[in-house]
C-alpha cells in the first residue's frame, strides 16, 4: 500500500513545522490577550467576557487549535521514535545538521522540553479555563490575582515558562528548516530571530505572574 505523503519522513517533520507555526501564531495572540491584566481589572475582565460572549467561535476556534495541538504532539512523538530506531546506538559527538552553530540546549532537549510544555498546558488549562473564573467575584483578573499571590504558583510559571522558551527557541527556526526556506546565508540570522522571538514571548509571559505577586494582589 502506498503511503500517504503526510506519513513520510519528509512529510512529518513538515507537519511538525507547520503546526508548530500555528502555534507560535496562537501564543503571539494569547500574549497579546494576557497583556491586557496591565490595564486593569475592568479592562481585563471585559476582555474576558468578550471571548466569553462568542461561545460560538471560541468553541469552533478551540477545537482547532487542539486538533492542531494533536496533530503536532502525534507527528512529533512519532518522528522521535523514527529517529530512535533508525540511529539505536547516539553518536559521541552530537552536532546540528545544517546549523551554522553547534546543537544548542533547545534542540537537543526539544522532546523533553515538549512533554513538560504539554503538562504546563494541561494544568494551566486546569486552573484557568476550567478553574471558575466566571464564577470568581474579581472575574479572570481577580483568579489571575488571587493565583499569583502564592509564590509557589509564580516559581511554577516562571520555570514552565523559561523552558517552554528553550523549546521556542529552536522550534521556529528548525520549523523554516524543515520547511527547506533556510539556506548558508541567512539561516544564521533566523537562528538569532528564533531566540530573539523565544526570549521575548517567554520573558513577557513571565512578567505577569511576577508583576502580579509584587503589585496587582496588593
Same mark, same amino acid.
Given at each position: 500500500? #502506498? *503511503? /500517504?505523503?503526510? %506519513?513520510?519522513?519528509?512529510?512529518?517533520?513538515?507537519? =511538525?513545522? !507547520?503546526?508548530?507555526?500555528? &502555534?507560535?501564531?496562537?501564543?503571539?495572540?494569547?500574549?497579546?490577550?494576557?497583556?491586557?491584566?496591565?490595564?486593569?481589572?475592568?479592562?481585563?475582565?471585559?476582555?474576558?467576557?468578550?471571548?466569553?460572549?462568542?461561545?460560538?467561535?471560541?468553541?469552533?476556534?478551540?477545537?482547532?487549535?487542539?486538533?492542531?495541538?494533536?496533530?503536532?504532539?502525534?507527528?512529533?512523538?512519532?518522528?522521535?521514535?523514527?529517529?530512535?530506531?533508525?540511529?539505536?546506538?547516539?553518536?559521541?559527538?552530537?552536532?546540528?545538521?545544517?546549523?551554522?552553530? #553547534? *546543537? /544548542?540546549?533547545? %534542540?537537543?532537549?526539544?522532546?523533553?522540553?515538549?512533554? =513538560?510544555? !504539554?503538562?504546563?498546558?494541561? &494544568?494551566?488549562?486546569?486552573?484557568?479555563?476550567?478553574?471558575?473564573?466566571?464564577?470568581?467575584?474579581?472575574?479572570?483578573?481577580?483568579?489571575?490575582?488571587?493565583?499569583?499571590?502564592?509564590?509557589?504558583?509564580?516559581?511554577?510559571?516562571?520555570?514552565?515558562?523559561?523552558?517552554?522558551?528553550?523549546?521556542?527557541?529552536?522550534?521556529?527556526?528548525?520549523?523554516?528548516?524543515?520547511?527547506?526556506?533556510?539556506?548558508?546565508?541567512?539561516?544564521?540570522?533566523?537562528?538569532?530571530?528564533?531566540?530573539?522571538?523565544?526570549?521575548?514571548?517567554?520573558? /513577557?509571559?513571565?512578567?505577569?505572574?511576577?508583576?502580579?505577586?509584587?503589585?496587582?494582589?496588593?
Amino acid at each position: 500500500m #502506498r *503511503k /500517504s505523503p503526510l %506519513s513520510t519522513s519528509t512529510g512529518t517533520k513538515i507537519l =511538525i513545522a !507547520l503546526t508548530g507555526l500555528m &502555534l507560535i501564531a496562537f501564543l503571539l495572540f494569547h500574549l497579546a490577550g494576557n497583556l491586557l491584566v496591565f490595564a486593569g481589572e475592568k479592562t481585563f475582565n471585559t476582555y474576558s467576557s468578550v471571548l466569553g460572549g462568542n461561545a460560538l467561535f471560541v468553541n469552533t476556534f478551540e477545537l482547532v487549535l487542539l486538533a492542531i495541538f494533536l496533530v503536532h504532539i502525534y507527528k512529533t512523538v512519532r518522528n522521535f521514535g523514527a529517529n530512535r530506531e533508525a540511529r539505536p546506538v547516539p553518536y559521541h559527538k552530537k552536532e546540528a545538521a545544517g546549523s551554522p552553530s #553547534r *546543537k /544548542s540546549l533547545g %534542540s537537543s532537549t526539544m522532546i523533553v522540553t515538549g512533554s =513538560i510544555l !504539554l503538562l504546563f498546558v494541561v &494544568l494551566h488549562l486546569k486552573h484557568f479555563k476550567f478553574g471558575g473564573a466566571h464564577e470568581h467575584p474579581g472575574g479572570l483578573y481577580g483568579l489571575e490575582m488571587e493565583t499569583f499571590s502564592n509564590p509557589v504558583m509564580v516559581i511554577f510559571y516562571v520555570i514552565s515558562l523559561v523552558i517552554i522558551g528553550f523549546h521556542l527557541s529552536h522550534g521556529f527556526w528548525s520549523a523554516f528548516q524543515s520547511l527547506g526556506l533556510t539556506n548558508g546565508r541567512y539561516t544564521p540570522r533566523l537562528v538569532w530571530l528564533s531566540r530573539v522571538l523565544a526570549t521575548l514571548i517567554a520573558g /513577557s509571559f513571565i512578567i505577569i505572574p511576577i508583576w502580579a505577586f509584587f503589585m496587582g494582589s496588593r
